[in-house]
Structure formats: structure tokens, C-alpha cells
């Protein structure tokens, strides 16, 4: 694992660089739709999320950052792109961090208006990089949205607000092909200091969105790489966070119910399956450290899951629940939901 040493960033009440790994997701409302859009937010925050995102394409757009902050207490995120002005009045709306790239807002006299407003307000600034933007000199320089490629554009857009004295930076260098973003990131982890924001750009609808970002994300983690996460999905913004969840919960980074379960075979006689679902379904609100186990008979049940805190195997009709391994009782198929919640609710 890469021991990093991190430059503490702060965003509002959270501190990047001190272990802790952020869900980050973006509102998918049109930004005409303030009213949508709040209401959105307050979806994501109920879900768990720990900082929202809002695209800022024009001056109207700017209305949302009160709306949204008057309802939900996380930060906010203003995604600007091109015009440096809409930072300004988005930090003047009272933002708390602004994405952009600081190359394609104009000449050096606006990157430092923008740092200079960032600065006096506390608000960071997030460089986002992704495979379609990199610029013309360095795409020709590298052949291409190269590993090398991507790093170079983040550590560039870095270097422009050093010169102005701002050093709150967040760096993504996203790309849609997983080995690329991941030797990217590693790279780039080698070669600075700031925090890292991961994700695999255009991952795709939830399914191959969710496996895509589960390996890089993931992988990267593991490795000691990354601050905060944005897992990108062709879907609502609220899967977004909850595959985020699961992927941190995976490898030991969220701690809430696990459940395992097993493939089912030709010796299960309940329908584990449906089981398997619904228990993880009513798990959601659930905040206990748990590891629950949902396996479909006796031989995979309390002696190959005895680690689990709680679980049910299944039997011929019926299921037997047990707690650590040890059996508690047998309970009829059409009740074993209700009984394993029961138990759950006494851990």
C-alpha cells in the first residue's frame, strides 16, 4: 500500500487527507428545474452521499446554490466549465467548492480572480481532467489521452493555480477505460501531494458502470490511492451512492451490514434468491457494522458462515437462523425475513 502524505484540504466540515474516503455524486435534473434539483438533493443526502455536485451552465443556474443549501446541510459543488465568471458569482452565492479547469477560463488574469475568490471564501477548487479534455499540445505530445497524457493536463491546471498562491486542490484525471485510469491515478499519486478525487468517466448504465468503477475505484483504494469517489452511472444519482457504499463497505472502508450469501445449488429448497434481495433491501436503513449471512442449507450455513454475526440457512421449507455459528432456532420459509430482522434488531 502507498503511504501518501496528503495536503489537508478542507470542504466545508470535511477534511480531505485524513483517512477518510468521501461519496461524492451529481445532480441529474435539469438545472432550469430548481425546484427538481432540490428535491434531488435531499434524495442524496437522505442516501448517505457526502458532497453533491450541481452543474452551473449559465448565470440563471447560479440560483440554485442558495435553494440547495437552505435544504441539505453536505457541501455543494459547482461544476463550471469555460466562463471564469460563474465561478466568481458561485462563490459569491455562497458555494463550497468549485470544479473546473483553470486553463480553459481565459488568460492567467482570470484563473486569478478565481483563485483569489476562492481563497478569500475558503472555498476549494476540484481540477477535473478527463480523456476528452485533455489539451491539443500535450494530446499531440503523447499521442494521445495517454496515462502520461492525463497526468501532465492535471499536474498543468495544478501548476496555474500554484502560481496564484492557491494550493486547496483536488485532482481527478478521469478516464472511460479502467487500466488507463488506474495506472493514471497511480502515477499521478506518485507525483503529487494533493487529494484525489477517483472515477471511471462514461462507466456506462448501472451494470457495467458498477463493475468498471467497483475495479478501478477499488483497486486504487487498496492501494492507498484516493480521498474522495464519484462512481458514474448512466442511472439515478441515488445508485450512484449506493454502489459507492458497497464498493468502500467491500474492502473495509464503510462500516454498516455486509451480507453474504451463496451461490445456491442443487441442495437449496427455498427460494434464496428472493431471499438474498429483500434482506439486503431492508438492510439499507441499517447502520450496524454487521456481517449477515444468507446461505441455502445446512452445509453452507452456520459452519462456512460461522464468522457471520447472524445468518439463516436454508432447510426443506424452512430455515434455521443461527448467530455466530451457533443455531438459535428453526422458522418456517414464509417467516424467515421477519424472525432474521428480529434477531438483527437485538445485536
Do not use: W
Amino acid at each position: 500500500m502507498m503511504e501518501r502524505k496528503v495536503i489537508p484540504v478542507k470542504l466545508k466540515d470535511l477534511l480531505f487527507g485524513e483517512g477518510k474516503v468521501y461519496i461524492q455524486s451529481m445532480l441529474n435534473v435539469p438545472s432550469t428545474d430548481i425546484e427538481g434539483s432540490v428535491r434531488q438533493a435531499v434524495r442524496l443526502e437522505e442516501a448517505g452521499c457526502d458532497i453533491i455536485r450541481a452543474a452551473i451552465p449559465d448565470k440563471e443556474a447560479v440560483k440554485l446554490i442558495p435553494a440547495i443549501k437552505e435544504k441539505v446541510k453536505i457541501p455543494l459543488v459547482a461544476d463550471i466549465h469555460f466562463d471564469y465568471r460563474l465561478a466568481l458569482e458561485s462563490v459569491a452565492a455562497g458555494v463550497d467548492k468549485i470544479r473546473l479547469n483553470p486553463g480553459n477560463i481565459g488568460d492567467d488574469s482570470r484563473v486569478k480572480e478565481v483563485a483569489d475568490a476562492c481563497r478569500k471564501a475558503r472555498v476549494p477548487i476540484r481540477i477535473g481532467v478527463n480523456s476528452g479534455s485533455v489539451e491539443k499540445g500535450i494530446l499531440a505530445k503523447h499521442g494521445g489521452p495517454t496515462v502520461e497524457a492525463l497526468v501532465e493536463s492535471g499536474l498543468y491546471h495544478a501548476r496555474l493555480l500554484e502560481k496564484f498562491d492557491f494550493d486547496q486542490i483536488v485532482i481527478s484525471i478521469k478516464s472511460s477505460n479502467v487500466k488507463t485510469m488506474v495506472e493514471a491515478y497511480a502515477l499521478l499519486a506518485r507525483q503529487c501531494s494533493y487529494p484525489l478525487h477517483l472515477g471511471v468517466t462514461e462507466a456506462g448504465t448501472e451494470r457495467m458502470g458498477i463493475i468498471k468503477s467497483a475495479v478501478g475505484i477499488g483497486s486504487l483504494l487498496l492501494q492507498g490511492i484516493g480521498e474522495t469517489i464519484r462512481v458514474s452511472l448512466t442511472a439515478d444519482p441515488v445508485q450512484e451512492v449506493e454502489a459507492a457504499r458497497d464498493i468502500l463497505k467491500s474492502i473495509g472502508m464503510f462500516e454498516g451490514p455486509e451480507v453474504v450469501s451463496c451461490p445456491t445449488c442443487g441442495r437449496t429448497r427455498i427460494d434464496l434468491i428472493s431471499l438474498a434481495n429483500q434482506v439486503e433491501e431492508r438492510l439499507k436503513t441499517v447502520q450496524k457494522p454487521i456481517k449477515v449471512a444468507v446461505m441455502g442449507c445446512v452445509v453452507n450455513g452456520p459452519g462456512e458462515a460461522k464468522e457471520a454475526d447472524i445468518g439463516v440457512a436454508g432447510g426443506v421449507g424452512c430455515g434455521v437462523l443461527f448467530k455466530k455459528g451457533e443455531i438459535l432456532r428453526k422458522v418456517p420459509e414464509g417467516e424467515i425475513l421477519d424472525a432474521l430482522m428480529e434477531e438483527i434488531e437485538k445485536l
